[in-house]
C-alpha cells in the first residue's frame, strides 16, 4: 500500500516500494500526472516519477538557469572579475 506522508512543503507525495509499484504501475503513472511518485528501493529513496510535463518544466528552468549563468560569464568577462587583477 503506498505511504502518504505531508513535507514541509504542505504538499503530498505518495511514496511507494519498487515492488509496490511494479505491481501497479497503471494506477502510479495516472497519479505522476499530478503529484511525484517517490519510489523506495532497500528503504531508501532510489527516484522520483513525475509527469512529462513536470518533466519538461524543469528542463526549461535547467534551461534558463544555464542561460543566466551564461550571461553573467559574458558580463564578468570569461575569467570572472577578479582573476583579471592576476594579469
Known sequence: MAKI???????????????????RLGQYLDVAETDP????????????????????????????YWEQQARKAEEEGYWGKTSLKLF
Do not use: C, P
Not at 5 to 23: C, G, H, P, S, W
Not at 38 to 48: A, F, H, L, Q, T
Open 37 to 64: 511518485v517517490i519510489v523506495e528501493k532497500s528503504g531508501r529513496i532510489k527516484s522520483v516519477l513525475i509527469s512529462n510535463a513536470m518533466y519538461e518544466k524543469f528542463l526549461k528552468y535547467e534551461d534558463a
Open 5 to 23: 506522508d505531508k513535507i514541509q512543503r504542505k504538499e503530498i507525495d505518495i511514496q511507494v516500494t519498487a515492488t509496490e509499484l511494479k505491481n
